[in-house]
């Protein structure tokens, strides 16, 4: 698998139709497996201007998370997402994103401010979970970083949603597997005994 994702590599990034937000993610993902690339990093670093990536909240925010899984902190791209944080943002995967972005930058710094809007999803929470199971994982990742108590409603939502084995697509299926891999007790698994 990760053959197959290098070998899309191109100059340090990946050409896609979003290649911020592709890169980040890929970046992320090769540093889960011990794999940092330099030439991805400054290919990353290189596009931030005016302390953001494309003025826009998402790519900003996957370049944070890639850059704090690679151990780089990055406060203007903190400080940007902190000062423009408002309610046009008030969306569960937007705030999610941006909270795990805090969280793997400067948990501390970014306290108060985690806190505050890690209560704000769980109150948007229908039942377990945030409508979409692509949305619900990514606020179930930033509420398990946050280290948030009240988790367990959301991941029995989570495997509620699972049909033979999968939650319907590749995106959710994938970011599903990811919640399920480091939820702390699920039951039957291996940590609970």
């Not at 991805?40 to 909240?57: C, P, S």
């Not at 909270?99 to 039942?127: C, M, P, V």
């Not at 970083?145 to 699972?162: F, R």
């Amino acid at each position: 698998m990760v053959e197959l994702l290098l070998s899309k590599k191109k100059d340090g990034f990946w050409e896609t139709e979003k290649p911020v937000l592709d890169t980040s993610r890929a970046c992320s993902a090769l540093a889960g497996c011990g794999i940092i690339y330099s030439d991805t990093i400054n290919w990353i670093l290189e596009r931030q201007e005016d302390g953001n990536w494309n003025n826009n909240e998402i790519d900003t925010s996957y370049a944070l998370i890639a850059l704090g899984d690679a151990s780089i902190k990055n406060e203007p791209g903190c400080e940007w997402l902190r000062r423009n944080y408002g309610e046009k943002w008030e969306y569960a995967g937007t705030t999610s994103l941006i909270i795990t972005a805090l969280l793997k930058q400067n948990k501390t710094k970014y306290g108060e401010f985690i806190k505050d809007r890690s209560g704000w999803l769980l109150s948007r929470r229908q039942s377990g979970g945030w409508i979409y199971v692509a949305t619900s994982n990514l606020a179930i990742q930033a509420l398990m970083l946050a280290e948030e108590n009240d988790i367990m409603p959301s991941i029995q939502w989570l495997l509620g949603k699972q049909d033979n084995g999968n939650w319907g697509d590749i995106t959710s299926t994938s970011l599903s597997l990811i919640s399920l891999r480091i939820y702390p007790v699920l039951p039957n698994s291996s940590t609970s005994e």
